[in-house]
């Protein structure tokens, strides 16, 4: 599947340097879905309150294509159909359409991320949708790369190309692409000022202000905090930042001790936090942005003043969800990894098919907060 566009690549791919804290196995949990309870389309308006990142900018368009559900799909595929958000519609155009998906691959988080790929991958090669997806990982987020790698996608006449909106260095590389007629899509994190036709993802800058509003409840409103994003130069990371520091500016006791990068990195992560709560033992809370979240934990256990600071985080991989069972971490939001990796080649290949975007603008995920108080209901054990 991706041999064609990983030997063009080959050259870009050999420059890239592993960050440490790459995870061995994929997590075991995927996104949270509260047990024996699936939210109903006509959510009342206190219930679309708390999740009104879901709300699309966009707005979906119904012509063209056969939405129908293929009669013919196997008990696999007919699996991975179900779930999806978007559903692909029947390729009537008589073409063979051809997808590259570029994604960052640094932590464990982006292995749901991947699942999701790999399944409407699966999905868009039956006879129904004819259409072939072939992805390329990245392993970090410099933006050069992934230029590159969306002009070399352009070159090979890609119908479509999903990407990471990893920083605004693709922006020119993206308008390239929409200026030779092909559509791009973006996930997880945006360049909103592009030309691409959707963003897949949280609403991050929303996300930010909830888990400010989160930390700044767990502390009372007062106190020193430390902010560990994972670069300051990937729209999704500043979005949360961001929107965080809203919240902290409106406390006059709320004292910010430190902003740091640890490029999604356990280490980094580990080494400051001990930083941090050496030059600040009185530390009332941690704020992590994005990746590095087991280096935290393990320097608060190492410490052994778990549940003393306060940590705020995202994403539901394994070993955030056991440290919510353990009292390391207060509170984590999650954003629908697998969704993000299968809604924009759903919403491309759409596209391709029925010469109109089903949804422009924004397709955002859920915003779950799961705490020690409620993670039983979304990962029962």
């Not at 640094?106 to 399944?119: C, L, Q, R, T």
């Not at 990893?166 to 092909?182: L, W």
Request: proline residues 4%; aromatic residues 8%.
């Amino acid at each position: 599947m991706k041999k064609n566009l990983a030997f063009v690549l080959a050259i870009v791919m050999a420059m890239m340097t592993c960050f440490a804290g790459c995870s061995a196995e994929p997590p075991k949990s995927g996104e949270a879905k509260k047990a024996e309870e699936t939210p109903a389309p006509e959510d009342d308006a206190a219930d679309e309150a708390d999740t009104a990142a879901t709300e699309n900018e966009g707005e979906a368009d119904s012509s063209g294509g056969d939405t129908a559900e293929p009669a013919a799909l196997s008990a696999d595929l007919q699996t991975i159909y179900d779930k999806l958000t978007h559903k692909p519609v029947a390729n009537d155009t008589g073409k063979e359409f051809k997808i590259a998906v570029l994604c960052v691959m640094n932590n464990s988080f982006w292995y749901d991320v991947v699942n999701g790929i790999e399944e409407i991958t699966q999905l868009m090669a039956d006879p129904s949708y004819n259409c072939t997806v072939e992805m390329v990982t990245i392993e970090g987020h410099d933006g050069q790369l992934f230029a590159e790698a969306i002009d070399n996608c352009v070159t090979m006449q890609y119908d479509a190309i999903c990407t990471v909106g990893t920083s605004e260095a693709i922006i020119p590389a993206v308008d390239r692409a929409t200026a030779a007629g092909i559509p791009v899509y973006t996930f997880n994190s945006d360049v909103a000022d592009s030309s691409r036709v959707c963003f897949t993802g949280q609403d991050l800058y929303a996300a930010g202000v909830k888990a400010g509003e989160t930390v700044a409840e767990l502390i009372d409103g007062k106190g020193k905090v430390a902010i560990i994003t994972g670069y300051f130069t990937v729209p999704a990371h500043e979005d949360r930042r961001l929107g965080a520091m809203e919240v902290f500016d409106k406390y006059d006791e709320i004292e910010i001790v430190g902003e740091v990068e640890n490029h999604d990195s356990n280490d980094e992560g580990y080494t400051y936090t001990k930083d941090f709560l050496t030059a600040n033992p009185d530390l009332a809370a941690i704020y992590i942005t994005a990746g590095g979240q087991q280096g935290v934990t393990k320097a608060l256990d190492e410490m052994n003043i778990k549940g003393e600071v306060k940590v705020v985080m995202f994403d539901f991989m394994e070993e955030v969800i056991d440290a919510l069972y353990d009292g390391s971490v207060q509170a984590t939001i999650g954003q629908d990894p697998y969704a993000q990796g299968a809604n924009p080649v759903c919403l491309a290949y759409n596209q391709l098919v029925t010469g109109t975007p089903e949804v422009e603008g924004n397709d955002f995920t859920n915003l779950d907060v799961v705490t020690p108080d409620n993670v039983a209901e979304y990962f029962p054990r």
